[in-house]
Each structure stands twice: as structure tokens, then as C-alpha cells.
């Protein structure tokens, strides 16, 4: 009788207690586990965000970087496009400084698709601005000239002063190039 009372025991015991509690379901204590990552996750997403934006402020844009490169990776998995975009944006900044431009484009062409899809439209104008002075570094007139006429057609779709200011710039920091 000892023997099967502590088979019995044992059995439910590896079995788990899903015999006992027949009610609860294994799919709902997974979900609620995998919410309580994705909350971490996010907490730890706007904590990198933040201390990359303090980095590249502080002008230590090398740390800035290393921070939202593992940035982006958690934006992407948490499908956090807005941070994406900014940090996009930050690594583009950071790149152009390192002299490093053909990198540079590509980060601000990935957060000027991103900021487009938000309907961003100050950031698309300013990303143009960032790949167009991108592409006068290297030499590539054309590709300048370019990005600057899709500021125009942003800014006349947006209204956006602030890009057809910028555009102005860039026309007049061109001129001395023609």
C-alpha cells in the first residue's frame, strides 16, 4: 500500500501537475512567460536607446556606436521601427564622422525608408540632406543633386519649411562645387 500511494506521488510528480489542475493550460502560462520577456526586452531596448543617445551627445560616438548597433538587433526583433529608424539615423551620423560614407548612406537610406513608412517626413528630408552631403564626400555630383530634388518633392508633399531650408543650404553649399 506504502509502494503505490508513493507511486502514485511520483507518477503526478513527473507527469506534472496538469492531472491534478486539468483547468490550466500549458499554451497560456507560455504566453504569459514570453510577454514577460518581450517586456524586459523592450525595457532593455529603450535603455540601450537611451544610453547611445547620451554617448553620441557626449561625443564618445565609438560606445554610441557599439550601443546601437545591439540596438538595432533588439529594435528588429521587438519590431520597434521608430527607435530603429533613429538609431539608423544615429550610425549614419556616426559613420559620416568616422569619414567612413559609403557605410553612412546606407544606414541613413535604411532610416529614410523607415521615417517614410512612419510618416516622418522632417527626418525623410533630413536623411536626403545626410545622403546627399554623403555623396558630394565621394564625389558623386549627380547623386547630390539628386537626393536634394527629392527634398523638393517632400517638402512640397509635407509643407515641411524646415526641408526646402535645408535643400536651400545644400544649394548654395553646391554652388560652390559648379
Not at 535645408?166 to 544649394?171: P, T
Request: with cysteine.
Amino acid at each position: 500500500m506504502k509502494t503505490t500511494g508513493l507511486l502514485i506521488i511520483v507518477l503526478i510528480f513527473f507527469s506534472g501537475f496538469n492531472l491534478l489542475y486539468s483547468n490550466t493550460n500549458a499554451g497560456i502560462t507560455q504566453a504569459l512567460l514570453l510577454k514577460d520577456i518581450e517586456s524586459q526586452n523592450a525595457k532593455e531596448l529603450h535603455k540601450w536607446y537611451e544610453e547611445g543617445k547620451s554617448l553620441y551627445s557626449n561625443n564618445d560616438f565609438l560606445s554610441a556606436e557599439t550601443v546601437f548597433l545591439k540596438t538595432i538587433k533588439l529594435a528588429e526583433y521587438l519590431n520597434e521601427k521608430e527607435i530603429l529608424s533613429y538609431s539608423y539615423y544615429f550610425l549614419g551620423r556616426i559613420e559620416s564622422w568616422k569619414s567612413n560614407f559609403p557605410q553612412a548612406i546606407l544606414y541613413y537610406k535604411k532610416a529614410r525608408s523607415l521615417f517614410y513608412k512612419q510618416e516622418n517626413l522632417e527626418y525623410v528630408a533630413n536623411s536626403n540632406n545626410q545622403i546627399a552631403k554623403g555623396f558630394e564626400a565621394l564625389g558623386e555630383y549627380d547623386s547630390t543633386i539628386a537626393y536634394l530634388k527629392i527634398n523638393i518633392i517632400v517638402s512640397k508633399s509635407g509643407g515641411l519649411i524646415s526641408g526646402v531650408f535645408c535643400l536651400n543650404c545644400e544649394k548654395n553649399r553646391m554652388s560652390e562645387f559648379t
